[in-house]
């Protein structure tokens, strides 16, 4: 256990329904980054804050997709209008001071059918 | 052409075996990588740090980078079963950004 949780750890969810996510990093953490990773690959990077701030997005992030992260601690993920293409383990990870030293969740695992 | 490239495997060896995973990168601005491992069902998890200048050793664990022919390597002496996941390489970030970038990783089976 890296001190990163991810609720929920499973979502099956039907193609146009919203869904949400959560992470909360390690406490002293101020960076909070989501990923997304499909089987075979590696982790794909969606979006990056500083605290509160979001300073970074994938330019592949679709307008169908934001993240919040209100008071600098836990950040939530969501997905609207979701596609069979956005199956997928969706991963969140904080850091202190380092981007290279990034503690991973477990993911959670999310199933549009 | 992706800036960390890794053969997906899987690779399978016998218990006790030397193991070499490999990445090869594009970009020759990079002075260390990464290497993360990651189980089944987890996410990844920082193994070491490699640097350009000499080798990297931390237990079973060996890490060098070959500038000359852009190959990053990680060597796992007397590998056991444990050693079983997918190994990642990432490159640290550059250019205003502030987020390395993943290979899409090699799997590893150790089986006894």
């Known amino acids: 256990d890296t001190g990163v949780s991810q609720n929920p750890r499973h979502k099956i969810t039907k193609r146009g329904q919203n869904v949400t996510f959560r992470c909360d990093p390690i406490s002293e953490h101020n960076r909070l980054y989501w990923y997304r990773q499909t089987l075979g690959q590696g982790p794909e990077f969606l979006t990056y804050?500083?605290?509160?701030?979001?300073?970074?997005k994938s330019r592949l992030l679709s307008d169908r997709f934001s993240a919040e992260r209100p008071k600098g601690s836990f950040s939530t993920l969501e997905i609207q209008r979701t596609e069979q293409g956005d199956s997928a383990m969706y991963l969140c990870?904080?850091?202190?001071?380092?981007?290279?030293?990034?503690?991973f969740g477990p993911g959670t695992r999310l199933t549009v059918l | 052409q992706k800036e960390v490239e890794q053969d997906p495997g899987p690779l399978s060896v016998p218990e006790g075996a030397i193991v070499s995973l490999n990445c090869t990168y594009s970009n020759s601005a990079f002075q260390y990588f990464m290497w993360y491992r990651q189980y089944s069902r987890k996410g990844p998890e920082l193994l070491m740090y490699?640097?350009?200048?000499g080798n990297k050793e931390d237990g079973r664990f060996t890490a060098q980078v070959d500038k000359s022919s852009k190959y990053i390597s990680l060597f796992i002496r007397d590998s056991q079963p444990s050693d079983s996941a997918t190994y990642l390489c990432a490159k640290p970030p550059r250019g205003g950004s502030y987020i390395p970038t993943f290979g899409r990783g090699t799997s590893l089976i150790v089986h006894p």
């Open positions: 804050f500083q605290n509160e701030a979001q300073l970074e």
């Open positions: 990870a904080s850091s202190l001071d380092s981007p290279n030293e990034q503690f």
């Open positions: 490699t640097y350009s200048s």
